[in-house]
């Protein structure tokens, strides 16, 4: 038996609900030892409901911190993601954060400092990456097969699915709406994919044309128009140092039929890819144009339909050999900190209509 990896839940949400804790206890080695949340009531309905009756439960992350534990898991909004990452790592906890890493890149890069400082590991909750399409095109791409990819799109839209609980249409607390949700999926498997981090401009628009309308037929009810707050969609055009060109598309609510969430298109000196009907990869063979389609049912690649593995289980996996086994981590936070300066910048390049550029930074 490996040995039990202790843990403590910060935000007792959506996210720990219908990701993390399902996933902790499908791992079967990570015990959590502690859930904490500004309402108690939640966290003691989270430790009876998720079976770990022994944990222990705390309104103050602060004093969870005094506690015995491996690692910490940060599931707030976005705005208090830096600040107990911080204060975790500087008492000697792992971190597993949830995305985006941080709501600016200033919060962002002093965690990215703290990890350093402290030698603890720290991770950001991109899932993504552990899909079967996500896991065979990243080993396409490092294998050359699709060449010097040097356009891309990263696509993240949703036609009428805006989240209408917590504080997801709340800019103080996320920092903005698709953008910084589930354009931050988009836009971490595309920079991955392509292994470039090094951003030489942005420029960006950002809309909030529906988020005032009501019968929005959305799919988990009306919105309330006087609480979006947040943008509906938002664009970039993202230039990288090296010339390589990404497009951003990311959505919560646009008059659309082409509607992809989590997904890339790479296009390479040797071959293309997308993932717009399962994955495909089209290139050119014995003078003919060509397409492929990879098996990546429970026949062939582990999928994620209750047969296989789960990109979440994977996910609290990785984190784990990471803690325990001194593994290293698949998502890592130097990686997740150009995420989060990109997405920055398109909104301010929204707020000015001024591209910005990552030298002036």
């Not at 990243?138 to 917590?166: E, F, Q």
């Not at 309330?224 to 055009?237: H, L, M």
């Not at 990879?294 to 990471?322: H, R, S, T, W």
């Amino acid at each position: 038996m490996d040995k039990k990896m202790r843990v403590g839940i910060v935000g007792c949400g959506g996210i720990a609900r219908g990701k993390h804790l399902p996933a902790i206890r499908e791992q079967g080695n990570i015990e959590v030892a502690a859930f904490c949340d500004l309402i108690e009531e939640r966290a003691v309905d989270y430790r009876e409901k998720y079976g770990w009756p022994n944990a222990k439960i705390f309104t103050d992350y602060r004093e969870m911190l005094k506690e015995d534990l491996d690692a910490v898991y940060v599931l707030t909004p976005n705005k208090a993601h830096s600040t107990i990452t911080i204060d975790a790592l500087h008492a000697g906890k792992n971190v597993m954060c949830e995305k985006p890493m941080a709501k600016t890149a200033a919060d962002a890069k002093a965690m990215l400092d703290a990890a350093k400082e402290t030698g603890k590991v720290l991770t950001i909750g991109y899932q993504n990456r552990y899909r079967p399409d996500s896991t065979y095109l990243k080993r396409s791409c490092d294998n050359g097969d699709l060449g010097d990819i040097y356009v891309a799109k990263a696509h993240a839209i949703r036609r009428r699915a805006v989240p209408t609980w917590g504080v997801f249409l709340d800019e103080e607390a996320q920092g903005g709406g698709p953008l910084i949700d589930i354009g931050t999926h988009a836009l971490d498997l595309t920079l991955w994919m392509m292994d470039n981090y090094q951003p030489e401009s942005v420029m960006g628009s950002v809309y909030k044309k529906l988020g005032d309308q009501t019968e929005t037929a959305n799919a988990w009810g009306d919105w309330d128009p006087k609480k979006y707050t947040v943008e509906d969609s938002a664009f970039g055009f993202i230039k990288m140092k090296n010339g390589a060109t990404i497009m951003l598309e990311s959505a919560w609510a646009l008059n659309s039929l082409e509607v992809d969430e989590a997904k890339t298109t790479l296009c390479g000196t040797k071959a293309g890819a997308d993932m717009k009907d399962g994955l495909r990869i089209n290139s050119v063979k014995y003078n003919k144009q060509i397409v492929e389609k990879p098996e990546l049912d429970p026949a062939g690649v582990a999928f994620y339909d209750g047969k296989g593995e789960n990109p979440d289980v994977i996910e609290q996996q990785v984190f784990y050999d990471a803690v325990m086994n001194g593994k290293d981590v698949v998502v890592k936070p130097e990686q997740a900190f150009v995420v989060t300066q990109i997405l920055e910048a398109i909104y301010q390049s929204a707020r000015t209509g001024k591209p910005v550029y990552f030298d002036e930074k």
